[in-house]
């Protein structure tokens, strides 16, 4: 997709980090903006910087766990805009815990959001798309995690793999039917945003984390200095996928630094070696 004027954006957990930045950069291109979020407050108050006007923005509170609350956003984006042709696919939470240390809810409540709410917005707005018979674009967001395997973060981990393959197969698939839809994969190391705070955000019938051990609390802690001090911001993110979007590009890697780990990972498996792990 070259042109973004007048097209219609479709962007979850929209609220902030970086589905606000690529609100800005969509608004910035004069498109049409489906913003949506379970933080209805925080979604208003980010909507308010966007300068977008009124005509070209819809705001959608939307738990992206709930397969009825995705289809309601896709019913309130074509019931407003006729169309939608870029689905961002960007809400996600994280939570530190060593594998033994994460409850049932936590590992529901992590890929609810991060795999599900994928899943979901495929399956409700790909058909759309494909009945449009025009081009359109649907990006999903995983994570430089979804690549190599950082200890410390099994759930979050698991749900980026699963979103990576997910996005790759569907990439495949529309290739081989010649679709005028194209998808784009985001993988994103450490950006400063809340994301380190997830659990700030979870809803009451997804329970709450039990304390952490004094391992998991270690690499947490190790983990919230390395989202701090990241070195690439949220627009950064979302310049570097609006430029794989109008190159029609795959993979969006912007941490190239996380090549050397990625790269060391695939040689073990390939040499069928223990993984290794670089901090």
Same mark, same amino acid.
């Given at each position: 997709?070259?042109?973004?004027?007048?097209?219609?954006?479709?962007?979850?957990?929209?609220?902030?980090?970086?589905?606000?930045?690529?609100?800005?950069?969509?608004?910035?291109?004069?498109?049409?903006?489906?913003?949506?979020?379970?933080?209805?407050?925080?979604?208003?108050?980010?909507?308010?910087? =966007?300068?977008?006007?009124?005509? @070209?923005?819809? +705001?959608?509170?939307?738990?992206?766990?709930?397969?009825?609350?995705?289809?309601?956003?896709?019913?309130?984006?074509? &019931?407003?805009?006729?169309?939608?042709?870029?689905?961002?696919?960007?809400?996600?939470?994280?939570?530190?815990?060593?594998?033994?240390?994460? %409850?049932?809810?936590?590992?529901?409540?992590? +890929?609810? *959001?991060?795999?599900?709410? *994928?899943?979901?917005?495929?399956?409700?707005?790909?058909?759309?798309?494909?009945?449009?018979? @025009?081009?359109?674009?649907?990006?999903?967001?995983?994570?430089?995690?979804?690549?190599?395997?950082?200890?410390?973060?099994?759930?979050?981990?698991? %749900?980026?793999?699963?979103?990576?393959?997910? %996005?790759?197969? +569907?990439?495949?698939? =529309? @290739?081989?039917?010649?679709?005028?839809?194209?998808?784009?994969?985001?993988?994103?190391?450490?950006?400063?945003?809340?994301?380190?705070?997830?659990?700030?955000?979870?809803?009451?019938?997804?329970?709450?984390?039990?304390?952490?051990?004094?391992?998991?609390?270690?690499?947490?802690?190790?983990?919230?200095?390395?989202?701090?001090?990241?070195?690439?911001?949220?627009?950064?993110? &979302? %310049?570097?996928?609006?430029?794989?979007?109008?190159?029609?590009?795959?993979?969006?890697?912007?941490?190239?630094?996380?090549?050397?780990?990625?790269?060391?990972?695939?040689?073990?498996?390939? &040499?069928? @070696?223990?993984?290794?792990?670089?901090?």
């Amino acid at each position: 997709m070259s042109t973004f004027h007048e097209k219609t954006a479709v962007i979850t957990g929209a609220a902030s980090g970086i589905g606000l930045a690529l609100a800005r950069r969509a608004a910035a291109q004069g498109m049409n903006l489906v913003l949506a979020d379970i933080d209805q407050d925080a979604l208003s108050t980010a909507a308010a910087t =966007l300068g977008v006007d009124a005509a @070209r923005l819809l +705001l959608c509170r939307t738990d992206v766990r709930q397969q009825a609350d995705i289809e309601a956003l896709a019913d309130a984006a074509y &019931a407003r805009f006729g169309a939608v042709d870029m689905l961002f696919n960007n809400a996600g939470v994280a939570l530190g815990r060593v594998t033994w240390e994460h %409850s049932v809810q936590d590992w529901e409540w992590v +890929l609810g *959001v991060n795999l599900w709410s *994928v899943i979901y917005g495929i399956s409700v707005f790909l058909p759309r798309m494909q009945a449009a018979g @025009r081009a359109a674009h649907i990006v999903n967001t995983a994570s430089a995690a979804g690549l190599v395997s950082m200890p410390g973060m099994a759930a979050y981990n698991a %749900s980026k793999h699963a979103v990576v393959t997910l %996005s790759e197969t +569907l990439h495949h698939e =529309l @290739r081989a039917t010649e679709s005028p839809i194209s998808v784009s994969l985001l993988c994103p190391a450490w950006v400063a945003t809340g994301i380190g705070q997830s659990e700030r955000k979870r809803p009451q019938d997804a329970g709450r984390a039990q304390p952490a051990g004094a391992l998991s609390a270690a690499i947490a802690k190790k983990i919230g200095k390395a989202i701090a001090s990241g070195a690439l911001s949220a627009d950064d993110m &979302a %310049s570097a996928t609006f430029e794989a979007i109008g190159e029609k590009r795959f993979y969006v890697i912007p941490h190239q630094g996380m090549k050397t780990s990625i790269e060391q990972r695939m040689q073990d498996i390939l &040499a069928e @070696r223990n993984p290794r792990f670089s901090n």
